[in-house]
């Protein structure tokens, strides 16, 4: 069985005497207001109460018992400045700035030590992914070095060089001391006014239903009431008890977290701190001692957290922790004779996604996350304090936080605690795996399933995970790969399964370079292109907006011009009153309903709108906020689970739906971007004509209980024009071949639409949010501009490559693919100015460009836009003239 350890049989015990002790708390009464009340006193909370008094922010902080005592006064405290994530990496490097910088504001020293990294590669594999990392921290001036093994050895003397292959170097790693680091920030915020309450527990948080939507109104404690609109949950492992307060579920799971500290190993001294990502294990240097902990497959589960686990520690289970000695052992043999001082074994929050939580709840206006960190909270608290500041004065982040966001978690994953508890296991045992660009968990699979998902796992689909729907990423041939329930590795008495073959597939992606399944993915892209091909669109997120304002939150809300016909359908942006892109969407104005799910009779004007699937609950979210803002009579009524989507693309596409319809599919009655209801074999649908890749093609957006005859419909007719099955990998490289945008990699919130060269929907007349920036920069120039890159060379990319422009970095690759009709890898990002000037089609065209993979530059050619079909002749369904290829620049 699962091995649960419950708060009643907690041991605790003292840890080694606290070097030094620090005044934290404020002395003096509980305030009776404040603009934000912080609940928890780790290093979460004190960071938020720093970064909030900074800006000027009357901000108190709540700690039930003495500020650190939880899980911030035991951490490791590493600082690493390389992960693969561009988000990631601007975090740490915020962190690693205010740690440096501190003590000539406070006094107080941040136990900052600047002793450097060293990444362990013991496979090609492992090696090539720290290439990655090499690669993209060049544009973000992070430096670091691809050293051989004997090199590393010379860094660091405990080192084996015959145990691994070379090693990455960065010099600029470190570690902090948390307390002093704790003492530093809150010593700081109180200098600018802000309160930290200690032994004050929040027994209560206070809601103001009464405008219809649920807002923070103030906290109760023992010493009594505070007044505010604004609370920050940063409560760490116990972040869900203080959720349950206030109604809600948040996706964290403690568990047990564990490193031991050597005795005196005097060739350390001075060395940098080592990470063997292939044996699980980190070591920090204290002086001439190691701090060795690791991340094992079967750390033990906390069901409850208890209250009274101030300065605490549990007991370590040596018999899960050897499994990370004899990692040690293996790259340092140092370790077979060193003895052990003592052991730290704590609880740490761990989350689905091994991302924290952030952000405010949509459900609860003013409540905000700042948790679940996963054991990185000392080098993710600066940067993501310096955000969450932001988001709360400024209403939105600076950076694109979506995967941090708590609104990547749609309300049926935060309520499935069994679903939360073995994703967050995975996402723990994973946590040093290699971050391969195609890899899929085996936690949580199956969690919400498609009306046409089991005909398509018969039909050879191998199945993908995003945001808990499964969804086809390809399909093989000749055999099946269903996803079966997850086995936790074979650990806690469950029977590893016997049936691999999804796991077979997805070695197949186990890779840097091209996937074993490139070649059947190209199949289905061709298909598409040449014929006709099969999506399953069913994750989307859809929805309808209604009520008698729902013609003035249309535009509001978006940027191109929706006041089209009934049926008309309008791709557009969404934006922030910033001017960043919250979502792209299609917008469809409904024509008079026939009292059906597809055609609902409304009173007044109605739209139906189309959401990307894994982002679709943050649309849905920032929808009814601004629309809650401005007080609309309007209504969005989500229904994805209650359509299915199939999309029908290709040459021979019009020709297959017009033979199972009685309805005529012609350019008259169905010209590009128009909706209408059609009955296939006896079922309504609405029938869209449009394309995310670029071709003739149809969209039959079809209710729940019709949709297996439908299906069934579709397929057995598309038998006579060759109708291939296609995935979610063949989509998004001919939708990236086409040069079309996928929100949060190369469309974020730190992208405005003119940036993106979508100002062609970007309208003149009227006011939208976020319009006053789209003006500006159309008026003035952008410093930033997408673009679309070639390579001549067989090389795969996979985005977070650097851009290179006359031997100067000037950005970084959003989104890489393959293009199979182009016959040649492809990619899009964005290019700055190295002298941050306006960017300029002539800067653009006078360039001579490479793309940065792996440490090795190939060249490149730019466009301003992609060169497949730029007069859009496909979606035209005009087939006859053959493929004109762009000239060079054409814009």
């Known amino acids: 069985m699962l091995r649960l350890t419950g708060g009643s049989v907690v041991k605790t015990r003292n840890f080694p005497k606290i070097k030094q002790v620090f005044k934290y708390s404020t002395e003096s009464t509980l305030p009776s207001q404040a603009d934000v009340v912080i609940i928890g006193g780790g290093v979460a909370g004190c960071a ?46 915020a962190t690693r700035k205010l740690l440096m910088s501190l003590e000539q504001e406070t006094g107080l020293n941040t136990g900052w030590i600047n002793n450097g990294g060293i990444f362990i590669a013991k496979t090609e594999e492992r090696l090539q992914e720290y290439k990655r990392l090499h690669t993209l921290g060049h544009f973000f001036n992070i430096e670091s070095h691809l050293i051989s093994s004997s090199e590393a050895a010379k860094l660091s003397p405990i080192l084996d060089p015959k145990r691994f292959k070379a090693a990455l170097y960065s010099p600029g790693d470190g570690f902090a001391d948390p ?123 906390i069901r409850d957290m208890p209250d009274d686990f101030q300065f605490s520690l549990f007991n370590l289970d040596k018999s899960l922790f050897d499994t990370h000695v004899k990692s040690a052992i293996d790259i340092a043999p140092v370790f077979e004779r060193v003895g052990i001082k003592t052991d730290v074994c704590g609880a740490e929050a761990f989350t689905p996604d091994h991302k924290p939580i952030m952000g405010e709840d949509p459900k ?24 969450l500041a932001i988001w709360i004065t400024q209403g939105r982040p600076e950076i694109p936080m979506f995967a941090y966001d708590i609104r990547r978690f749609t309300p049926n994953l935060r309520s499935d605690r069994a679903w939360i508890t073995e994703t967050s296991q995975e996402s723990y045992a994973k946590n040093y795996s290699i971050v391969f660009p195609h890899d899929q968990p085996l936690a949580g699979r199956n969690h919400k399933i498609g009306p046409f998902h089991e005909a398509l796992v018969a039909s050879g689909a191998v199945m993908e995970q995003a945001q808990g729907w499964e969804r086809p990423g390809y399909f093989v041939k000749d055999r099946t790969a269903p996803v079966r329930g997850y086995d936790w590795y074979g650990h806690y008495d469950h029977i590893d399964n016997e049936d691999k073959r999804y796991e077979k ?23 598409a292109r040449n014929n006709v091909a099969l999506f399953d669109l069913s994750y989307f997120t859809k929805m309808y907006l209604t009520g008698p304002d729902a013609e003035e939150a249309a535009d509001w809300l978006f940027t191109a011009d929706t006041d089209k016909e009934p049926g008309r359908v309008v791709y557009t942006c969404a934006l922030n009153s910033k001017g960043g892109v919250e979502a792209d969407v299609t917008v469809t104005a409904l024509e008079e309903g026939v009292g059906t799910l597809v055609g609902p009779i409304m009173k007044g004007k109605g739209y139906y709108v189309v959401a990307g699937g894994a982002s679709g609950y943050q649309t849905v979210s920032h929808f009814k906020k601004e629309m809650a803002k401005k007080n ?128 062609h929907i970007c309208r003149k007349e009227g006011q939208y949010l976020g319009k006053q920036h789209v003006e500006k920069l159309k008026q003035h120039g952008v410093k930033k501009r997408r673009v679309f890159f070639t390579l001549e060379d067989r090389v795969a990319v996979y985005g977070l490559e650097t851009i290179w422009r006359d031997d100067t970095i000037v950005g970084y690759l959003r989104r890489g693919d393959y293009g199979y009709t182009l016959d040649s890898s492809i990619g899009t990002g964005y290019i700055e100015h190295p002298k941050g000037q306006v960017i300029t089609d002539e800067f653009l065209k006078s360039g001579n460009y490479q793309i940065e993979v792996m440490d090795k530059r190939y060249p490149a050619t730019l466009y301003l836009k992609s060169p497949f079909d730029p007069k859009n002749q496909r979606l035209l369904g005009h087939y006859e003239a053959q493929f004109e290829e762009q000239s060079h620049f054409e814009d």
Not at 64 to 90: E, F, M, N, Y
Not at 506 to 523: A, C, P
């Open 505 to 527: 597939e997805l070695e197949g992606d186990y890779t840097f370079g091209f996937s074993k399944h490139h070649d059947q993915i190209g199949e289905e892209a061709h298909s």
């Open 48 to 93: 938020a109460l720093y970064q909030l008094s900074k800006r000027g922010v009357n901000a108190v902080l709540l700690e039930r018992t003495k500020t650190t005592s939880g899980t911030t006064w035991h951490t490791g405290a590493l600082c690493w400045r390389l992960r693969p994530s561009d988000v990631d990496i601007q975090l740490l490097d």
């Open 632 to 759: 609309f009579k309007s209504v969005i009524t989500d229904t994805t689970d209650k359509l299915g989507v199939l999309s029908i693309q290709g040459p021979k596409s019009r020709e297959l739906l017009q033979s199972i319809t009685e309805t005529p599919i012609t350019d008259e009655k169905f010209p590009p971007g128009m909706s209408h209801l059609i009955h296939v074999d006896g079922h309504v649908c609405r029938a869209m004509r449009i394309s995310f890749i670029g071709e003739l093609g149809y969209e039959l957006h079809v209710p729940v209980a019709s949709c297996v005859p439908v299906y069934n419909k579709v397929v057995e007719a598309g038998r006579g024009f060759d109708l291939k099955h296609a995935g979610f990998r063949a989509l998004y490289a001919l939708s990236l071949e086409k040069g079309y945008h996928l929100w949060n990699q190369d469309l974020r919130i730190d992208d405005n639409p003119v940036e993106a060269d979508l100002r």
């Open 364 to 387: 609860l206006a003013g409540f905000y996350y700042s948790c679940g960190f996963n054991s990185l909270g000392i080098q993710l608290s600066g940067g993501c304090a310096e955000q």
């Open 179 to 301: 307390s002093m680091y704790c003492a530093s920030l809150v010593k700081g915020a109180k200098s600018r006014g802000a309160q930290v309450i200690e032994n004050c527990p929040v027994t209560d948080i206070l809601i103001d239903p009464t405008s219809g939507v649920r807002k923070i109104k103030g906290v109760e404690t023992p010493k009594g009431t505070i007044k505010t609109s604004c609370v920050v949950n940063a409560g760490g492992v116990w972040a869900k008890t203080i959720c349950q307060k206030v109604g809600l579920e948040i996706p964290i799971t403690p568990m047990k977290h564990a490193y031991v500290i050597t005795e005196s190993i005097p060739e350390v001294k001075n060395t940098p701190n080592l990470r063997d990502h292939d044996g699980s294990i980190y070591m920090r240097i204290q002086g001439d001692s190691v701090y060795l902990g690791g991340y094992e497959n079967n750390p033990e589960i």
